[in-house]
């Protein structure tokens, strides 16, 4: 079974990193860095040179296992949050392509045609539904981070919150095929999560998730029974894990088998139970991103799964898989 785990991915390389001041209200893993002294811009320097490492590091690595990596750089110094493209655009088996509705304004120039352009050059693309108009009715759904995907089952699981209007939620259910599945759910002073998929993964034989959070009862109940049906494990994960962001992983394919991609600060936090269940199903990948987590986002916010059959290049052989596939476009 391969559904759930796409072959293929696309990085977005900041040049300009630091954490959005725009996202801080509601976003409770992103970091406090405070840099009204740094006068002469050393300490915002630092950090986008430490970020851009970090791509390109958490790039080689998935292409040397064998995933395919679209590689796109951001030199735009007015998008922060650039490197997590998963919020703004999602593909779907069939061909189909979704492009969402942001919460902040800032991240709204952060959809950029080309790299929907790639997609329809190097996939069977056979439409695109774009969802953006809804901001100027305040409605908002920040794609995959705002809902994670049971793709066997058709499930979207999505934590309430004002990245996740149920209006939207109902639409792009409607049209894509899923069962919506909505909660609540917060941390354990009362905190609202901010996005779903800082909350959970879902991969083919295992989900993460930090139950205790999903503030209701029953709910949660009703989300761990939908999360083991076709025999899934599910991984109960402590707000600690969470915070460590152990449930913000993405499993992906490779021609050797699948593997876990989550960060080192993840893979830390995680027990040897849950290893030995993960182990079971696919290798664990860890990725250095320390930087990137200052934002409130990990390994899953910086990458969009390409769940698209690829389109051969006329006259060409088909790209070689894991291949980094560097666009150079800004």
């Not at 790299?115 to 774009?130: C, G, H, N, S, T």
């Not at 593997?259 to 040897?272: D, G, M, V």
């Not at 696919?282 to 409130?296: F, N, S």
Request: aromatic residues 6%; charged residues 20%; negative net charge.
């Amino acid at each position: 079974m391969a559904v759930q785990a796409p072959a293929a991915v696309v990085l977005i390389r900041p040049h300009h990193f630091q954490p959005n001041p725009q996202t801080a209200a509601d976003n409770a893993f992103q970091s406090t860095v405070d840099l009204g002294d740094d006068a002469d811009g050393m300490a915002a320097a630092r950090l986008a040179v430490a970020a851009y490492h970090e791509v390109t590091g958490a790039a080689e690595t998935l292409a040397a296992e064998g995933v395919r990596v679209h590689l796109f750089e951001n030199e735009d110094p007015t998008r922060p949050d650039s490197v997590f493209p998963n919020n703004w655009f999602s593909t779907h088996a069939g061909g189909h392509v979704a492009v969402y509705p942001m919460y902040v304004p800032n991240r709204r120039t952060e959809r950029r045609s080309d790299v929907i352009e790639l997609l329809k050059e190097r996939y069977r693309v056979q439409d695109v539904i774009d969802y953006s108009g809804l901001e100027q009715d305040g409605v908002y759904l920040e794609g995959t981070g705002a809902m994670v995907l049971d793709h066997e089952s058709r499930i979207a699981y999505t934590a309430r919150s004002h990245r996740a209007d149920p209006i939207a939620l109902e639409r792009f259910c409607t049209h894509f095929g899923y069962e919506p599945m909505a909660f609540d759910a917060a941390d354990e002073h009362g905190v609202p999560i901010y996005h779903t998929n800082v909350l959970m993964c879902v991969a083919t034989e295992f989900a993460l998730i930090g139950l205790s959070m999903v503030s209701d009862p029953r709910r949660r109940r009703e989300v761990a029974e939908r999360l083991a049906e076709h025999g899934r494990t599910v991984i109960d994960l402590s707000p600690e894990q969470v915070r460590a962001f152990a449930g913000n992983a993405i499993e992906l394919r490779t021609p050797t088998g699948r593997i876990l991609a989550l960060s080192t600060t993840a893979l830390a936090s995680l027990e040897p139970a849950q290893l030995e269940v993960i182990g079971r199903s696919c290798r664990i990948v860890p990725l250095p991103v320390p930087t990137i987590e200052l934002a409130g986002g990990s390994v899953r916010c910086m990458i969009a799964g390409i769940h698209l059959d690829p389109r051969p290049a006329p006259g060409l052989a088909p790209a070689a898989v894991g291949e980094q596939d560097a666009a150079a476009q800004t």
